[in-house]
């Protein structure tokens, strides 16, 4: 049976993806060796241009992963001060008298709040969505996102490294491609 040349890392062919789906190779194999110079340029322009793209995109999700690690901290906080109160001071939850607390709009700026239901919180779902979650669903809410976007985050990680080694090789075969002609 004869190997093919995905199969035999010697036989000189550059296997570079086509745009979106990395996982198959057999459709969109390429001997770039065999393209020209202005054609290995736009394959280069149009590895640069997703490889931004997708960099972005690790960028924003690991922003949103930031910022559901901080509402998870801010629930947790929460949920200790109010256990914490209900153990020294039952008057909170019995006269319904609110308890104060502050409200963390970003990372770094906080507003002055009250909760008048120790039961239930306002979570922030995404894309400026809330919804009311109970004091002990809303943590489960918060952790079981944070591992979510850890795997969006290592999965985009592995595929800007795959367009990272393509553009590496696209841009050593156009420099020889560049210094052949010169010659």
Not at 5 to 32: A, M, Q, R, W, Y
Not at 48 to 59: A, C
Not at 71 to 85: A, Q, R, V
Not at 103 to 117: A, K, M, N
């Amino acid at each position: 049976m004869a190997e093919s040349p995905k199969d035999n890392p010697h036989s000189g062919e550059k296997h570079i993806p086509k745009t979106g789906d990395l996982s198959s190779f057999d459709c969109c194999t390429v001997d770039i060796a065999s393209l020209s110079a202005p054609q290995l340029s736009q394959v280069k322009k149009q590895l640069d241009e997703e490889l931004e793209h997708l960099t972005n995109s690790f960028r924003k999700l690991r922003a949103a992963q930031s910022r559901f690690q901080e509402c998870l901290k801010s629930i947790d906080k929460g949920i200790s001060s109010l256990d914490e109160d209900m153990n020294t001071d039952l008057s909170y939850y019995t006269t319904g008298v609110e308890k104060p607390v502050l409200v963390p709009l970003t990372t770094s700026l906080y507003v002055r709040g009250t909760i008048s239901d120790t039961q239930h919180v306002i979570v922030d779902v995404g894309t400026g969505f809330y919804v009311e979650k109970s004091t002990s669903d809303a943590p489960m809410f918060y952790q079981e996102k944070v591992e979510e976007l850890e795997g969006n985050l290592k999965n985009l990680e592995t595929i800007v490294q795959q367009k990272s080694n393509n553009l590496r090789v696209v841009e050593d075969v156009l420099r020889q491609k560049v210094i052949n002609n010169g010659n």
